[in-house]
């Protein structure tokens, strides 16, 4: 695997940000020069973020944003690709889907906690974590919102929203389809169809992807095959939604919309590292003896020793989600109802040990249930005072099966966990903006925020049940549905300040605030933890300039991150509290150009300041993998305070250019590059080098054939193209001796390439 050097890392980053800012310069004096030569522009995207449309330009707060032809022409297909994208994003596939914004994201991940970035589908909140990675298919765009969206978008939006916008129903019959063959036996078939119904009085669109790939690691266990393991961090996935688009009348209109989606994908192989020393048992072979990084030798065994039960699935993640969009033009006012249904399925086994016989298995397998109801009212003249009321409810229901089974000598040899954890959520929201003049504005915000969460928790260790009781000192008969029941108010909020300079630069100023809810830890014998909050201040600046042929957008922030809920170490057991705070500060640059008609080149950094003020935990591996840890009291007890947050990349880069070049025949051919750099991130509090992943950049090329008007085109592509070998995510095992530390890595994909033939109609 390539290691980046501590003294070749700085260079890099240091380099990187001069070229950047270097480059922006340069393509602006190069725009201003040409800008007479043509009257071609940049097309600026028009987003939702606000709950209302605007173009990105005109909204003072920082956004990604990236439209369905840009999603294509890059090559993003899901969430995870989105992060290579991004500056500021990190998404990480471990037993969840990990999504960090600014260094800001989750950290439990049992159907009793909450995200730190929320995901949004059409509008609706996904709840669940679990379901963070998925693939995009009929895509109009994708919106991610950087710092906290208390006001408009509420709990559990600390770090930031992903907006994805599916494409909506046509009054006009229209359509594609592609399909695209690729090496590890890709294979992948998107199709849409949409238009009129019943003449003027409905429209309908139908959607659909199946994707099938083979994995990237083998798993060379005996057993492998007879399983269907043998192929791990592969792809298997069918989606298909549809919806209808109905006229009720001359000012309202019902949309309703159903997607379902089956994800078998096998989970990816955690790679073991490390020295024997670290390991409980010598006699076995770990599959760390397997020196390739893409072969591991683990069992996933779907049985629990000792009990009758077993886990449903090696990998699973299904979902059906339904939802009823009303709108009603009232003039000067628009009213929109939006009512969301969702049921998760989801199953995730780690082979816990890294041995290619039976020793320790971990799984988890949940279920959730959510349903959400939101009104809007705003305002739609064009006046000095834009306004918009909400009202939000949202209903889960979720439970979860979590184990640890191994062998020791019992054969009751497991924990395991059954959790319950039922929430009732309900909001009521206002913002409104103001124009003091043509060029000065005020919006100000706020939401008042109720969560009421209920749980329960069946604690099996060894055969034998664990009650409150007896872990955590409660009065005799008390149980655990006791325990498990709490309720979390707050108000959040946003005052912010832009100035139009012209009708090209926007210069903005912000402080808002952001709230995560208290939840449950339902892997550990533990009481509820209480909500953390984050208060936001940043100022940045949007502008165009060579008549549109350039935009760059510059912000900078920090962050004051309060009651941070953080995996904390007690008695050597790990349980989530309200520990520690930090302070985040960083900067972040995009730029998009287009040079000539023919190349527009975009190019973004981002770069985070993260430290904890204040976190004393206990350590595992001290003092023999102590990392950045300062002992301060008892054995094992450490300070925190200095070290970097988790996921926290200092520095990310991208950089893209499209040259497309019109034939004489009428048709077109473009390449499109695309290179992504992320710093050294520590994956982690304890900031160890083993347990980190140093700075790596990924290059990706496209190359596009497309047929006089369109119809259709052929596009080849590589992805990762130098073969960058890299971990994704790293984490430490609980098979290892005490004092020491047993890495497991996830590795990120090889290089990969294809051909996509698609036609549109």
Not at 14 to 37: D, H, K, P, T, Y
Not at 538 to 567: C, H, P
Request: aromatic residues 12%; charged residues 20%; hydrophobic residues 40%.
């Amino acid at each position: 695997m390539h290691h980046v050097g501590v003294n070749e890392m700085s260079v890099l980053k240091n380099s990187g940000i001069r070229l950047a800012v270097a480059g922006a310069l340069a393509l602006a004096s190069l725009q201003a020069a040409r800008a007479q030569e043509t009257g071609a522009a940049l097309e600026e995207i028009i987003v939702t973020a606000e709950k209302r449309e605007s173009s990105v330009q005109n909204i003072p707060i920082s956004i990604a944003a990236f439209s369905g032809e840009e999603l294509a022409k890059s090559g993003i297909d899901g969430t995870a690709a989105l992060a290579n994208y991004t500056p500021g994003l990190t998404v990480q596939k471990e037993v969840i889907g990990k999504v960090v914004i600014r260094g800001v994201g989750t950290e439990n991940y049992t159907v009793g906690s909450d995200p730190g970035v929320a995901i949004h589908k059409d509008g609706v909140y996904i709840a669940r974590s679990s379901v963070a990675i998925f693939d995009f298919f009929d895509t109009s765009r994708v919106e991610v919102l950087r710092g906290p969206q208390g006001t408009l978008y509420g709990r559990n939006a600390t770090g930031g929203v992903i907006n994805i916008i599916s494409n909506e129903p046509t009054s006009e019959f229209e359509g594609y389809a592609k399909i695209e063959a690729g090496n590890y036996s890709k294979f992948r078939f998107e199709a849409a169809a949409s238009g009129p119904i019943a003449g003027d009085l409905a429209e309908g669109r139908i959607s659909a992807v199946y994707a099938q790939r083979a994995g990237f690691t083998k798993n060379l266990y005996p057993g492998a095959r007879a399983r269907d393991v043998y192929q791990l961090d592969n792809q298997d996935l069918f989606g298909l939604r549809g919806q209808l688009n109905f006229h009720l009348s001359d000012n309202v209109d019902l949309l309703l919309q159903g997607e379902w989606l089956r994800d078998d994908s096998l989970p990816p192989a955690f790679k073991y590292f490390d020295t024997s020393k670290a390991y409980w048992f010598n006699l076995f072979g770990p599959d760390k003896d397997l020196k390739d990084l893409r072969q591991v030798s683990q069992g996933f065994e779907t049985a629990i020793p000792g009990s009758s039960r077993t886990v449903p699935s090696v990998g699973k993640a299904d979902q059906d989600a339904y939802l009823a969009r009303l709108t009603w033009d009232l003039g000067t006012m628009k009213f929109t109802s939006l009512t969301g249904y969702r049921d998760i399925d989801f199953s995730w086994i780690n082979d816990g040990d890294g041995f290619d016989t039976f020793f320790v298995t971990y799984f988890q397998t949940d279920n959730s249930k959510q349903f959400t109801q939101e009104f809007q009212l705003a305002s739609t003249t064009d006046s000095k005072l834009e306004w918009l009321v909400g009202a939000y409810y949202l209903n889960e229901e979720a439970k979860t099966f979590t184990g640890i089974p191994f062998i020791i000598g019992s054969p009751n040899d497991f924990i395991l966990w059954d959790g319950k954890s039922n929430t009732d959520a309900y909001a009521v929201y206002g913002q409104a903006t103001y124009a003091f003049t043509d060029k000065l504005r005020v919006t100000a915000g706020v939401r008042y925020n109720k969560d009421e969460k209920k749980g329960d928790l069946v604690y099996n260790l060894f055969g034998g049940l664990l009650e409150p009781d007896v872990t955590l000192g409660a009065p005799p008969g008390t149980k655990w549905s006791d325990i498990l029941n709490k309720d979390w108010d707050a108000m959040t909020g946003k005052l912010s300040l832009d100035y139009h300079f012209n009708d090209d630069i926007l210069g903005y100023i912000s402080a808002s605030r952001g709230y995560k809810s208290g939840g449950f830890n339902l892997l550990a014998a533990q009481a509820p933890y209480d909500p953390e909050y984050l208060w936001a201040y940043e100022a940045g600046v949007k502008t165009k300039f060579a008549d549109g042929r350039v935009i760059a957008n510059l912000g900078a922030f920090l962050y004051d991150y309060s009651d941070m809920q953080v995996g904390k170490v007690v008695n050597l057991s790990a349980t989530v509290v309200n520990a520690a705070k930090a302070t985040i500060a960083g900067f972040e640059a995009e730029v998009r150009a287009l040079v000539t008609d023919e190349i527009e080149v975009n190019a973004g950094v981002s770069v985070l300041d993260t430290k904890y003020d204040e976190f004393i935990t206990e350590d595992p591996a001290w003092p023999g993998d102590g990392g950045c840890g300062k002992q301060v009291a008892a054995p094992r007890t450490i300070s925190l305070k200095g070290c970097e947050l988790p996921r926290a990349p200092k520095f990310q880069g991208v950089f893209g250019v499209n040259w497309t070049h019109p034939l004489s025949s009428g048709a077109e051919f473009g390449i499109r590059a695309d290179y992504a750099y992320r710093d050294k991130q520590y994956f982690t509090q304890f900031n160890r080098e083993i347990v980190s992943q140093d700075g790596y950049g990924l290059l990706g090329v496209r190359a596009t054939y497309t047929a006089p008007q369109g119809h259709w085109y052929v596009t080849g592509y590589g992805d990762n193209l130098t073969d960058e070998e890299y971990f994704v995510t790293v984490l430490e095992s609980g098979v290892a001796a005490p004092g020491t530390v047993v890495p497991q890595a996830v590795v990120g994909a090889p290089r990969t390439y294809g051909v996509i033939l698609g036609v549109k109609f």
